[in-house]
């Protein structure tokens, strides 16, 4: 996010003229609430309906935040943000209906519930689902969003700012491709931890203490990951501009570029992760 696109979601934000609702505050939905409150929104424009507040939570409706009410405010929720687990959804949506009002956008990141099952209970709503993923709690994340044909665009720009809060955006209007973005991108991180954990099991294969290792392991995931995000340049370019003829770099990617090696299991983990996502619609 540049400096011109932060400060135009804080300006936003921060002159909100309704409310927003959150629904759920587990790691998720606390990431994106500290998210918006980063760029200034008022905790007053916020109301988050949660049954088990942390203290953090507890504390933040001393400045303000409206924790669980029981009735709509006077002003409007401008957008609702249900961030609870997707098998939740069946108790919790009648709670948030009555919140709904003409001007709500109901914003969904429940893994595995369609605009459809959104639009059961909600029929005549503006609806947009969406995927971020955990890197969202550093205001890294990236979310892929899928608007319904009822959402305006003063309503899509809104969710951008309000989801850019955590991270990058990137829209679609293709909802089936929602499941291997959740395979992808919102199951990623975890690929990526394991990496760094057989990195830094592989080292102490090869000899390494097991703390350096591991610390090791870290550093280079992390710094790695942060050239690639920075740089500009692709990823194979970068691998390329790492790899000597006939030196060590190259001697691992012949094991790692195989025909058994990280691409067909990447590949075949993915696909994977694609069907469980298309069952938990079902």
């Keep these: 996010m540049t400096s011109s696109d932060l400060q135009a979601h804080r300006a936003t934000l921060a002159r909100l003229s309704g409310n927003i609702l959150l629904v759920g505050a587990g790691k998720m939905g606390t990431a994106i609430l500290e998210g918006w409150l980063r760029l200034d929104l008022p905790p007053s424009r916020v109301l988050v309906l949660e049954p088990n507040p942390s203290m953090e939570l507890g504390a933040?409706?001393?400045?303000?935040?409206?924790?669980?009410?029981?009735?709509?405010?006077?002003?409007?929720?401008?957008?609702?943000?249900?961030?609870?687990k997707p098998q939740s959804a069946p108790e919790v949506m009648p709670q948030v209906v009555r919140f709904v009002g003409d001007q709500t956008v109901?914003?969904?990141?429940?893994?595995?519930?369609?605009?459809?099952?959104?639009?059961?209970?909600?029929?005549?709503?503006?609806?947009?689902?969406?995927?971020?993923?955990?890197?969202?709690?550093?205001?890294?994340?990236?979310?892929?969003?899928?608007?319904n044909a009822r959402v305006?665009?003063?309503?899509?720009?809104?969710?951008?700012?309000?989801?850019?809060a955590i991270g990058s955006v990137e829209w679609t209007s293709d909802e089936s491709l929602l499941d291997a973005v959740t395979a992808l991108s919102g199951s990623g991180p975890a690929y990526v931890f394991l990496l760094s954990e057989c990195m830094a099991r592989a080292g102490t294969a090869a000899g390494l203490p097991v703390a350096l290792a591991e610390r090791l392991a870290i550093a280079t995931v992390a710094g790695a990951g942060e050239l690639l995000g920075r740089s500009g340049i692709d990823a194979a370019t970068l691998r390329q501009g790492v790899t000597s003829p006939g030196g060590t770099t190259a001697a691992a990617l012949e094991v790692l570029m195989s025909e058994r090696g990280l691409q067909p299991l990447l590949t075949e983990a993915i696909a994977a992760a694609t069907r469980r996502s298309r069952q938990l619609a079902e």
């Design 60 to 84: 933040l409706a001393t400045r303000g935040l409206v924790l669980n009410p029981q009735r709509p405010p006077d002003q409007p929720v401008l957008a609702a943000v249900v961030a609870v």
């Design 152 to 164: 305006l665009p003063a309503q899509r720009d809104l969710v951008d700012r309000l989801l850019a």
């Design 106 to 147: 109901i914003v969904s990141i429940m893994a595995g519930r369609t605009i459809g099952f959104l639009e059961n209970s909600l029929p005549q709503a503006a609806i947009v689902r969406a995927m971020p993923n955990m890197p969202a709690s550093i205001g890294r994340g990236i979310t892929v969003a899928v608007p």
